[in-house]
């Protein structure tokens, strides 16, 4: 498809929702897999189903601290006819009308198939005296209680989390198969741009930093590259240079001004497949492909790069890296004064949130898809945050979205939203 900028998606803009999924279908997961050791893979992409190769606990285990018996030595035994039993050590199996000591987490001797808990025993020289008739398998936990020998513990796509390393190396794994990190190439554009003392029309270069930065954050590796200038055959070859990467993202340039050259270049290299979203703020964003690398290429407005980055470079970069994008972790807050929108356009308003009473505490906190959240039980009763926006627009203040706790995202159907409105607060910069 040939691109012109002068009919461009301004003035038919997709819809977000629609400019993703036509991102996506143009992406697949690189499948590149390393071997990694458990203990270093914190945050990586499972690429193969991991089976527990060995039962946890492996044993028998005492769940108690008592006494190891056989249950048939206890039947009958009560307060005033306790039934007595011999002590005898762990070395060998547990006889009849024999107990062995035992402690919680300790295996369970052979022959013995109950314990009695230590509250319920007298000792008596080399005897013991038990006031509780115990039941075959009571305060014994059975091999293979955790995890079964063979059982299905990930499948492949799953995110590797702290408790999951403890699990993996519980049932004997050492290393395990995952996706290698993504590599996204970050381009930053602008004839404008330094990275220090700028002086008057120059402007110092962020717009990489932040997207290389949350490329990391998001579990790829990032190449952030020195800034291209605005010219066309510099863009092409900085482009070209990095279509070995998973993902080529770049910043500025992206827009239908006369500097705006990255949608023809895009469109040169290989195809233009979206430009212009229903989005606020952002909406000049370029989404396209080239020798099968997806490109994504984003408004040089901070704010705007930001959002974009969350909405598109992430899932794709999620995708091509073995996974899939999961909802940002959400907090349920009180509006405190209106947003505005345009019904038809998808709005991203930055908020900060502030405990709604001096009582309130992080409480609020949920991961929950805003679809499912709520103000409490009844639905109606008041969060504990209270949402206040720092800017309703400007794409260009970047402290607007620095200073934030999150975002507020207005549907398209919605004409704004009113002051004590319940709203989810998207916690876009959350560590994942």
């Known amino acids: 498809m040939s691109h012109d900028r002068r009919e461009a998606g301004f003035k038919r803009r997709t819809r977000v929702d629609d400019a993703l999924a036509t991102l996506l279908d143009a992406a697949e997961p690189h499948g590149r897999t390393e ?27 005492a769940a108690m601290d008592g006494y190891a018996v056989r249950a048939a030595d206890t039947f009958g035994a009560s307060d ?56 075959e398998g009571e305060n014994v936990g059975d091999a293979g209680e955790d995890v079964a020998e ?50 008057p029309g120059e402007v110092i270069e962020t717009n990489g930093l932040t997207v290389s930065r949350l490329v990391e954050r998001w579990g790829g590796e990032s190449r952030y590259r020195d800034v291209v200038t605005d ?14 990467a998973d993902v080529v993202v770049t910043t500025g340039g992206s827009s239908v001004g006369e500097r705006d050259l990255l949608p023809e270049v895009v469109d040169e290299l290989g195809e233009v497949l ?27 407005y901070p704010v705007a790069c930001i959002v974009n980055a969350a909405q598109f470079l992430r899932p794709v970069q999620k995708l091509v890296g073995g996974t899939a994008a999961e909802p940002f972790p959400v907090r349920r807050a009180r509006l405190d004064r209106k947003i505005p929108s345009e019904p038809g356009t998808r709005t991203f308003a930055r908020v900060k949130l502030d405990p709604a009473d001096a009582d309130s505490d992080e409480s609020g906190a949920s991961t929950e ?16 945050f209270v949402a206040t926006p720092t800017r309703a627009s400007g794409s260009g203040v970047l402290s607007s979205v620095a200073l934030a706790a999150g975002w507020v995202v207005v549907p398209e159907p ?7 409105e319940l709203v989810d607060v998207e916690l876009w910069e959350v560590t994942e």
């Open 80 to 135: 005033r006819s306790p039934a007595v039993l011999r002590q005898t050590d762990r070395d060998g199996p547990v006889g009849p009308s024999e107990a062995a000591r035992v402690h919680t987490g300790s295996d369970v001797p052979e022959g013995a198939d109950a314990v009695v808990m230590i509250e319920q025993i007298e000792e008596v020289g080399d005897e013991v005296e038990t006031f509780d008739a115990v039941a």
């Open 35 to 61: 071997t990694v050791r458990v203990a270093d893979a914190d945050g990586r992409v499972v690429a193969e189903p991991i089976d527990a190769p060995a039962p946890v606990p492996n044993y028998d285990r």
């Open 414 to 420: 919605r004409e704004g939203l009113d002051a004590g």
């Open 150 to 199: 063979g059982q299905r513990l990930y499948e492949p796509g799953h995110v590797l989390r702290p408790s999951d390393l403890g699990l993996l190396k519980s049932v004997g794994l050492r290393e395990l198969s995952a996706y290698a990190p993504p590599q996204v190439a970050v381009i930053p554009t602008g004839e404008e741009l330094v990275q220090a003392d700028p002086d």
């Open 231 to 244: 010219d066309e055959a510099e863009l092409a070859a900085a482009i070209e240079h990095d279509l070995d």
């Open 274 to 300: 979206v430009h212009g979203v229903a989005l606020k703020p952002g909406h000049p964003v370029c989404l396209g492909v080239a020798d099968g690398t997806p490109i994504v290429s984003l408004p040089g």
């Open 369 to 384: 898809n805003a679809s499912s959240s709520n103000g409490g039980p009844d639905g109606n009763a008041d969060p504990p």
